[in-house]
């Protein structure tokens, strides 16, 4: 059976890096695209694919860890429509990966637990509305690897305590979304994007953000109820929470 297309999608953190990314994929597609950051007059690339489509691409101005903000977007999106398809969580907060206990401050912890995890469940909760309306709607979320306990229980130099537990938290949510939604006919995924070369990495990273989009897409064309709640690779595979 041939995958349906998404037509109407909402991205998040859509402004550089794998967001944008994932626009420009999606406009070439055909789809009406929502990209969401939080300052789209400072979003160079995002407008200049927004001339480009003037009628299918949509910046909108969104603080993820603002619930007004939200609102705000909320209200710019269903001003243009009743439905979404698909709504991909990909903003997230990232400092410094190499934190040592003594160096610990609350406010930075908090911040990174308020955009990486709670926010992609606060968004979900919003759009849910939109979602529901939706031509087999889906939400995708982009987690990470180092929020697998499996997957870091064997290193022994790793110490990024706020955002390895941001994305462990954020699994967790999201494993409880899909849940919920089952009853909506809405599958949920949670995906690890791989070491991509965007800003917060360097130049030893394997992918570019061009191949890492194309392999997330493919999951997401092929998620189902059946896989929903899973914890995917961009080449599709299976990762252990």
Not at 138 to 166: D, P, Q
Request: net charge positive; with cysteine; charged share 20%.
């Amino acid at each position: 059976m041939k995958a349906d297309i998404p037509k109407r999608i909402f991205i998040t953190g859509a402004n550089r890096g794998i967001g944008l990314e994932f626009v420009t994929q999606f406009l070439k597609r055909g789809a009406t695209v929502f990209a969401a950051c939080r300052d789209t007059g400072r979003a160079e690339d995002l407008l200049k694919l927004k001339a480009t489509y003037p009628e299918t691409c949509f910046p909108i101005n969104l603080d993820v860890a603002d619930t007004c903000s939200l609102g705000a977007a909320f209200e710019a999106v269903q001003a243009k429509t009743d439905t979404l398809d698909l709504l991909i969580n990909n903003a997230a907060h990232t400092t410094n990966l190499q934190e040592t206990l003594p160096e610990l401050k609350s406010e930075i912890m908090m911040r990174h637990f308020q955009v990486n995890s709670v926010a992609p469940v606060l968004i979900t909760q919003k759009f849910l509305k939109l979602l529901r309306k939706g031509n087999t709607a889906k939400v995708a979320t982009i987690s990470s690897e180092a929020g697998s306990f499996n997957l870091c229980s064997g290193l022994t130099s790793f110490r990024g305590y706020s955002y390895h537990a941001s994305k462990a938290a954020l699994n967790m949510f999201m494993l409880i979304v899909a849940s919920e939604l089952r009853a909506d006919n809405i599958p949920v995924i949670t995906l690890h994007p791989g070491f991509v070369r965007t800003r917060p990495t360097n130049s030893h990273a394997l992918l570019s953000t061009t191949e890492s989009v194309e392999g997330m897409l493919r999951v997401i064309e092929k998620l189902t109820l059946e896989n929903s709640g899973g914890f995917y690779g961009h080449d599709g595979g299976k990762l252990n929470w």
